[in-house]
């Protein structure tokens, strides 16, 4: 067992002399086993394999305890580098985590400062807007107004050129038909009376030579007298307001007087001069004679006495 090589080797040489007389070659030979009868070959062989075998079985032991061994070693690098895979890991998800609440807090806080910046923006527009719209308002009020005040004023102008020019015309002209039937009255009234004191002056002598019959009458016969010419005095006064249809009376303003005033006066005025119309008709002092009526007169006088006697 021990040159196992080179017994083959020889076998192979001494083998090989005979094959080659026999034209043969042997190209390869090994030894698979080999005995005698005695087993003295075996028994040469067992030591060593009982060697063989105890070192394998040692080696085998070591083999197995290194092999434990690095099994462990290789778990625990293996649990090793898993938990700190693991921690790296969990690290890495924490960094992570972290990085992705930081990141979502920003965009959060980005965002709550967008839409605060836009309701902000939105709020100003919104205040811009209404008061764009309060300052259109306020245009189309202030263009209301105006255009109020222009058709009012067209409507004044149109009021004015119709409505109080004719009011102004149809007063002027009843103002101005007043006023001639105010005068044409006067005229008339003066003219009735310039005829009475041209018929008393043309009759002025008949009144002197009845004056003197009349000078022998008492008060009461001059009373009589005068009573009896008053309706034909009222009637020459009056006979012009009878011939007038309507007096229509219109107050002008003004310091003047009014229409109703102006006509009263004017008949006023007439009437001032019936004295006076009265002396020249009858010779008569109307206002000598009515004051002296009124403290009493002649009351018991004589009618056949003049006057002035049995006192």
Do not use: C, W
């Amino acid at each position: 067992y021990q040159k196992r090589f080179e017994f083959a080797e020889k076998v192979k040489e001494s083998a090989s002399k005979d094959f080659a007389r026999m034209g043969l070659e042997i190209l390869s030979f090994s030894l698979r086993d080999f005995s005698d009868k005695v087993g003295y070959i075996e028994s040469l062989g067992k030591p060593r394999i009982a060697q063989a075998r105890g070192e394998a079985a040692v080696a085998e032991a070591e083999a197995e305890m290194e092999a434990t061994v690095k099994a462990a070693s290789a778990r625990k690098e293996s649990d090793i580098a898993k938990f700190k895979a693991e921690t790296e890991i969990a690290e890495a998800n924490r960094d992570y985590e972290l990085k992705r609440a930081e990141y979502s807090a920003m965009v959060n806080t980005k965002k709550a400062q967008a839409d605060l910046s836009y309701e902000i923006e939105r709020q100003k527009m919104n205040q811009l807007l209404k008061k764009e719209e309060f300052s259109v308002k306020m245009v189309e009020k202030e263009s209301a107004i105006k255009l109020e005040e222009k058709e009012i004023v067209r409507k004044e102008k149109e009021l004015e050129s119709t409505v109080i020019k004719q009011a102004d015309a149809r007063k002027y002209q009843i103002i101005s038909e007043t006023d001639a039937n105010a005068y044409k009255l006067a005229e008339e009234a003066k003219g009735k009376a310039a005829g009475i004191r041209l018929y008393g002056n043309s009759e002025a002598e008949a009144m002197k030579a009845k004056a003197a019959a009349y000078a022998d009458y008492n008060d009461a016969a001059k009373y009589q007298m005068l009573i009896s010419i008053m309706p034909e005095l009222a009637r020459a006064v009056s006979e012009p307001l009878s011939k007038v249809d309507k007096i229509v009376m219109i107050d002008s303003g003004g310091d003047g007087p009014s229409g109703a005033t102006r006509i009263t006066k004017q008949v006023a005025d007439v009437l001032a001069q019936l004295p006076t119309v009265v002396e020249s008709l009858s010779g008569v002092d109307l206002k000598k004679l009515l004051e002296r009526f009124g403290q009493g007169g002649d009351k018991k006088a004589d009618p056949g006495k003049k006057d002035g006697e049995g006192k």
